[in-house]
């Protein structure tokens, strides 16, 4: 098998996997996955398809400005500048979009914040933090209907240790160096945030809000626009 | 294979997909699918089949009022009627009627206002609709025993760029110009319910139920009779 | 294929689909299936079986007693006697009895009103209810540690047209003519039951919690003990 | 089938069944199994593997300290000291450690009481525990870092009756004499901890939180740190 099968393989089986869990409603999100370094090439969803469905025309190899590499009928996902982005600023070696129910909410509630924060929960473990006051924090951008801008503000927010990016009413934007550690990122996240928003209601309904650092997360308050 | 045994086969196909995901709880819902034009022929369930089977008693073909193409002992859907109503007024290729428990309390809590009108999520994107500040409406029917009466009220809400339609306590009707992209409205659709249940959820919660334009709903107060 | 390998394998066909949805936690629930009328005999749950399996152990033929009626060692479950007052008093084929986290909430909910009442619900078509103001009622049960007890006390609240009736914190027992009738009941139930419970949240969230015909509830009000 | 193989397959079996309810997110949790006794042998999940996966890699044999007791490349879980404390003081025969929303919701909601204890649910049957006020108790203790420290803590407080530990924010350790149990034991904690959770909401909702043995929770207030 080349590289080149090895990796559509990968992103074929992470895709699936998450199709599974219908993570991509209505044809949304997208993923990639990095072929060459040197110039950067990677495989990356094509437009509009059923993502349920494993064909040969899931994905399309592309540059790092997004270009298709080889002749194709297809068309790369709208969003492939955001994932260019990733593997310009990063060593992400695979980048997966998607939408959840729990992952817009908390992009939502503190979309005016600019961030979300977690803090003393086992599940960061999975980003690598083993420290007892450990923190991970995912930065949250406004949802540009213009896909350069958009681009942009992703990438003004990606500093050395950020793991994912949260859109606005658009999902999570989440890598790691291959698509193990990609999905173990979006996993842990997704735990955390069902695990936050289910806490927060509880936390609610006993009335004790005051509090900013409740439910595993160090700072933001949610704010509802 | 004949284009029959195609339409036949991918009506099954989205079917199978929709029992999966339990969206037929006892028997409820049924699907239809376009086969010829001019005169419309079309394949819709059979009555009272348990849908997480895949059999050749699954669907009869009928014409435009509904009525048996071929000699069959099916009967048609008690609400085939429609799916009548739907061809007739759209360029609808395929019609997907499902429960799930989302789709219920929206066309509940909303049923009073008449619709619910979705913005600012980019999951409306399913629909083809791009612009920053676009929308997509879903009109609310009363749920009439009477079926004649049912059919008559869905038609009198099908505006050009309508999508669906909820009836009160009964469920999501939505087309797309075939098979796969009625799932993708659909997918759409349900997951626009259940962000806006939760958030709504929330934001009662934190006590801001003031606001008419909140999470990603444009007009619309919660009236629960 | 005789009467009795027909009637094993339609009980194993539905346990196996009641258990994809982890509907026996912990191995509770059991089921069985009517095999021959006078005297009946029945196919009911050998007891403590893990229920994902599919064995040649899953069931034991009884009478309407629930003794064994072949030489076996394997041991009836031990609320046997519940589904030999279902068989003696409806004309019921097929009998199901699962946990899940809903019907136990309810069951306590209204378990001092001593039943629910559902109404305005297109899914309660379900029962054979056409009816626009239609309704149907489940009966519900105190949880006796005494078995022949607590089979007594369902005998006791089963009417002509009851179609299941729910023990307090011990989960639904709900029967049909055959197993595919039986399913058909329970799903109609248990999409009524997260129906309810999800708008009753909304319902208490906006206050209006006087009214006691709402969320498709005809009458009962909510009593935490 | 040598024992060591039967063991292997019986432990491969749970996780594959755990991993399809996404109960190891992010890579999380570890599992194993006793091969034999006196010394002590068990396998144990290596670290940090994808547990989706059934690989020949996804254990290894450790003795009573959790020391490897073959050749091997494999690194064991870094909670592998915890399963040895279970196989230590219990008659453990599988122990299986899984996060889920609701069991890190429980640890944290309780963490203060120092446990969490259910009564008058069925669901209790499923440790053995036929009395009418039986009871369950599950005790909670605080995540530290330092795993030598955090294996001495859950060793504190496992009594003879002991089922599980839950710890706080990093999820349920759950065992039973073998894998069936373990997992009866798992299923049933799981169900109680939602059926809790839910109804804890629906009583803040409707203000009857005074009532302190509320819900299947004999005693234990919330607490929201």
Same mark, same amino acid.
């Given at each position: ?46 437009? #509009? ?5 494993? !064909?040969?025309?899931?994905? &399309?190899?592309?540059?790092g400005? %997004? =270009?298709?590499? @080889? ?5 790369a ?15 992400? #070696? ?5 939408? !959840?129910?729990?992952?817009? &909410?908390?992009?939502?509630?503190? %979309? =005016?914040?600019? @961030?979300?924060t ?31 801008? &958009? ?32 999905k ?12 936050h ?29």
């Amino acid at each position: 098998m080349t590289i080149h099968e090895q990796r559509w393989n990968e992103l074929a089986d992470v895709k699936e996997e998450l199709a599974a869990r219908n993570w991509f409603p209505g044809t949304s999100g997208n993923v990639s996955i990095k072929v060459e370094e040197n110039p950067v090439t990677f495989y990356v969803s094509a437009s #509009g398809k059923d993502k349920t469905k494993r !064909t040969s025309e899931d994905f &399309l190899l592309v540059d790092g400005e %997004g =270009n298709a590499v @080889e002749q194709t009928s297809l068309k790369a996902s709208a969003e492939t500048g955001i994932h260019c982005e990733v593997y310009r600023l990063t060593d992400a #070696g695979c980048c997966l979009h998607v939408h !959840t129910v729990d992952n817009n &909410l908390i992009s939502e509630l503190y %979309g =005016n914040e600019g @961030e979300i924060t977690f803090q003393r929960q086992e599940l960061i473990k999975a980003f690598g933090i083993w420290e007892e006051d450990g923190s991970i924090s995912v930065p949250i951008v406004e949802n540009y209907a213009d896909l350069t801008k &958009l681009s942009k503000a992703v990438a003004d927010v990606i500093k050395p240790d950020t793991k994912a990016v949260l859109i606005r009413n658009h999902g999570i934007t989440v890598w790691g160096k291959n698509a193990f550690e990609a999905k173990k990122h979006l996993e842990a996240f997704e735990f955390l945030f069902s695990y936050h928003l289910k806490l927060q209601t509880l936390s609610f309904l006993s009335n004790k809000t005051k509090n900013k650092s409740f439910g595993g997360v160090k700072h933001g308050t949610i704010k509802i626009s």
